[in-house]
């Protein structure tokens, strides 16, 4: 399996501009976690979906930020309209169980600039 | 809310050396430790985790310790190589309110040659 795949892994934007992350998951993993990582915040849950349904999304700054599970291969995650602040190192993860007893598999990031 | 503290954020030891990385963690219900590590560039990745049932866990160079009374858990690397440099992560299975795994805040770790 070729791992959990991100795109873009760079994205450089300016503020108020709309934002699109993607995220395929590992094929079969029932879990799928978007993570944001700051050298101030360090590694933050955003949301978590289990079988493409979001559980729980506390961790969602503010209505700014919304993600989709429309099927089990494939997660977005946007930013309308996207503030400097935004900036920051987005992980996906998906995971084959959960309640403590899944390892997380991460992409390699989507690192976002907003100008 | 629940959280995991780890320290320290940096450290820096010599080539064959020993490192020790620490966290604590707040919600005595939490019962899965596991540890990451990011290498630059990438996502994090497991390197080895442990579970409340057990005391330590090894596995060649790398060990964990946990401590449920005292609510923290440690990293030790024996004989630190080059390619152990990297950031690494503590996390807690937090059990309270919304059940999630919480990072640690991140050690940088430099092997020295």
């Known amino acids: 399996d070729a791992g959990v795949i991100q795109s873009p892994r760079h994205e450089v934007t300016e503020m108020g501009q709309e934002v699109t992350l993607r995220c395929k998951p590992i094929?079969?993993?029932?879990?799928l976690f978007w993570y944001r990582q700051t050298m101030m915040r360090g590694l933050e849950l955003l949301i978590y979906?289990?079988?493409?349904?979001?559980?729980?999304d506390s961790g969602m700054p503010e209505d700014r930020f919304s993600a989709k599970m429309p099927n089990a291969s494939f997660s977005t995650l946007k930013i309308q309209p996207s503030e400097p602040r935004d900036s920051a190192v987005y992980f996906c993860?998906?995971?084959?169980?959960?309640?403590?007893?899944?390892?997380?598999?991460f992409g390699e990031g989507s690192r976002l600039t907003v100008l | 809310g629940e959280n995991v503290e780890q320290h320290p954020s940096t450290l820096s030891v010599q080539e064959g050396d020993s490192a020790v990385i620490k966290c604590t963690y707040s919600?005595?219900?939490?019962?899965?430790f596991p540890w990451y590590k990011q290498e630059l560039g990438k996502g994090p990745q497991l390197i080895i985790d442990?579970?409340?049932?057990?005391g330590e866990k090894k596995d060649q160079r790398i060990a964990v310790t946990l401590n449920k009374t005292a609510k923290h858990f440690s990293l030790h690397i024996t004989e630190t190589q080059p390619e152990d440099s990297a950031v690494y992560f503590c996390?807690?299975?937090?059990?309270?309110?919304?059940?999630?795994?919480?990072f640690g805040q991140g050690t940088r770790l430099t092997i020295n040659p």
């Open positions: 993860a998906s995971s084959l169980a959960w309640g403590g007893t899944g390892e997380l598999f």
């Open positions: 094929s079969g993993h029932d879990y």
């Open positions: 979906f289990n079988n493409n349904v979001p559980i729980d």
């Open positions: 919600d005595s219900a939490s019962n899965y």
């Open positions: 442990i579970r409340s049932n057990v």
């Open positions: 996390a807690g299975f937090i059990i309270q309110g919304a059940q999630k795994l919480v």
